[in-house]
Each structure stands twice: as structure tokens, then as C-alpha cells.
């Protein structure tokens, strides 16, 4: 088997103020990380085509509060190509459950953005199976693609064929314009696009094997939503908010609804006129939004607003002459 390709050195532009930067080898694969803050346990995961670069806005203000774990996946950013033919969500929840294991984390609080949202429910899933769900606390999913979005799936489809495979690994590269007009459109707003973004994220792709893995992704995606849709009977009950930015178009809002079903402890909150990346858009209201959530449980849960409806029941006291029960 051949030598995965070396990872070059991460140029300032990819670099995140305010994050430590780390590394560890976890069954063979070389893992970037990011570290900020000190509290209780919260892991950010990126979405497809991203890395830890997307919450470059958020890392340091959420730090105030948390212990902040931002990995680049295996494959993605400035991690380790893994050598390998998969690259299912099933695979990297099992990675990530040994990332939680490995650092001995417990009640993290997960946000998962689109992929990683997805990424996120097949984590928590799995956890359960593996009778280790009290390594997740809460799941804050942003626009995580599902099977109720139509959107992509008919060119997943056709990315995953053999001519396909053969335009993203090897005619994407190098039309960069194409990527920048997709890169565009995942924003309600191009206007709020900071100066540089397209540059570090096209940063991330540039270690060799990049587009190979996008496309063991693209590969994966069918089955990656069955997945995520068998996960949400185990998930449930997990106190969830979901976060939309109500111009995204690359998973589409109108699948909140049957998500929610299935999801029947979440709450929602939208972000008007932001688009896929709330997070990149509007991050000071993003972060605002986590943290009520996180630290004083606003919005409340369905499952929460049910507990403070239910009827207190009558506490007696014994009355004089009246006979004790007997225990």
C-alpha cells in the first residue's frame, strides 16, 4: 500500500487567532486540532470541503466559556490523507468516538455543520450503541444535511460515477472559478464574505489526495443518508438545536419539519437572510444563539417546556392519628 501524501506546513492565512494548535496519531492517522479556552467540553465539526478554518470567528468568543476542540477530519484540511477506500460517516463517527475515548472527554456538547451535522447524529447514534452516550451532552446541528433535502443528491449521483470521479479529481483543481461560484452561493449574502475566506479554504484542498477523498466522500453520500436517518431513532430524545439560515441553498429549510419529527427534543432557531454558514455570516449572533442555548437553556427543548407543564404532585404530611405506612 502506498505512503499517504506528506501534509505541508499550514500558511498563516489558515491560521485561527486566539487557537492552540496540536496534533495526534490516532490507528495509524495524523489528526490536526485546535484548541481554545478553558470549560466544560465542546467539539465543532466542519462541513464537506471545509476544516477547522470555518469557525475561525467563533473559536476564541466560545473559548470564554468552553474547552474548544476544532479537528480537521482525517482527509480534510491539514490532517493526514487516511490510505484507505472508505470515507462513510459510519467510519468517521467510529474515528471520532476514538478521538472522545483518547482525550477521556465526557458530556461534550457537539455543533456540527452540514456534513458534520450529519457527522454529528451518526456520532451520537453510535455512542449509544456502544452504551458510551454519556460522552455526548447536546447536539447543536446548522443546516446538517438529511434525507428531506433534495438538493445534491442527483449530482452526488453523477460525481460518483466513473467520468465523475475523473472531473473532481481531476478537472476541479483546476477551475477554480467553478469552486468560487459554488463557494458563493452558500452565502445569504456575499456581501458579508471576509476578505481572504476563499483563499484559506482553497488552502485546505491543496495537500495531495484532497480531491481523492472529496470523492471516496461523493461515493458515500447515498448510503451516508440512510445512515443519518436510521440514527435518529437512538438520538431522539438528545436535547438538540437545530440552526438555519432561512437563504440556505444548499440544504434546504424545508426540511426542518421532518427532521424535527424524528428529532423530538430539538428546538430551532433561524438566522433571517443568512445563508448555509451562519457561523461565517453572522457570527456574533451565531455565537450569541449557541451560548444561550448552552448556558441557560434558551430556546427551551420540547422535552424541557413539557417538564415545566406537568402537575406538581401533592405532597401530604401525616395528619395527627392518621396510621403511617410502613416501608
Not at 454558514?277 to 448552552?294: A, G, I, S, T, W
Request: aromatic letters at 8%; hydrophobic letters at 40%.
Amino acid at each position: 500500500m502506498s505512503q499517504p501524501p506528506t501534509i505541508p506546513a499550514v500558511p498563516v492565512i489558515a491560521q485561527i487567532s486566539g487557537a492552540q494548535e496540536h496534533s495526534v496519531v490516532l490507528d495509524g492517522v495524523r489528526w490536526r486540532y485546535l484548541t481554545a479556552g478553558s470549560g466544560p467540553p465542546l467539539l465543532l465539526l466542519h462541513g464537506f470541503m471545509g476544516y477547522s478554518y470555518s469557525w475561525r470567528f467563533n473559536m476564541e468568543p466560545l473559548g470564554r466559556h468552553f474547552s474548544v476542540y476544532a479537528p480537521d477530519l482525517p482527509g480534510c484540511g491539514f490532517s493526514q490523507r487516511p490510505n484507505c477506500d472508505e470515507c462513510s460517516l459510519n467510519s468517521e463517527a467510529d474515528a471520532l468516538l476514538r478521538f472522545l475515548e483518547h482525550f477521556a472527554l465526557q458530556d461534550v456538547d457537539i455543533v456540527g455543520s452540514s456534513r458534520g451535522g450529519g457527522l454529528a447524529m451518526v456520532l451520537a447514534a453510535l455512542a449509544a450503541r456502544r452504551d458510551q452516550l454519556h460522552r455526548v451532552r447536546r447536539l447543536i446541528l446548522v443546516s446538517p444535511i438529511n434525507p428531506w433535502s433534495s438538493h445534491g443528491k442527483v449530482l452526488t449521483r453523477l460525481l460518483a460515477t466513473t467520468l465523475g470521479g475523473f472531473y473532481v479529481v481531476h478537472v476541479q483543481p483546476r477551475m477554480r472559478i467553478i469552486s468560487k461560484r459554488y463557494f458563493t452561493a452558500l452565502y445569504g449574502d456575499p456581501k458579508r464574505i471576509a476578505p481572504g475566506t476563499f483563499e484559506a479554504y482553497s488552502a485546505g484542498m491543496e495537500p495531495g489526495g484532497s480531491f481523492e477523498h472529496l470523492l471516496r466522500i461523493l461515493r458515500s453520500w447515498q448510503d451516508d443518508l440512510t445512515a443519518i436517518g436510521d440514527s435518529l431513532r437512538e438520538i431522539s430524545g438528545l436535547p438538540t438545536l437545530l440552526l438555519w439560515g432561512s437563504r440556505d441553498r444548499a440544504v434546504y429549510p424545508s426540511s426542518i419539519h421532518q427532521l424535527q419529527r424524528h428529532l423530538k427534543n430539538s428546538a430551532l432557531v433561524m438566522f433571517p437572510g443568512a445563508g448555509h454558514m451562519p457561523y461565517e455570516e453572522v457570527p456574533e449572533e451565531f455565537n450569541r444563539v449557541l451560548c444561550d442555548f448552552l448556558l441557560h437553556d434558551a430556546p427551551r427543548t420540547p422535552f424541557e417546556i413539557a417538564a415545566d407543564a406537568a402537575p406538581a404532585l401533592p405532597v401530604s404530611s401525616p395528619q395527627q392519628g392518621t396510621p403511617r405506612s410502613r416501608v
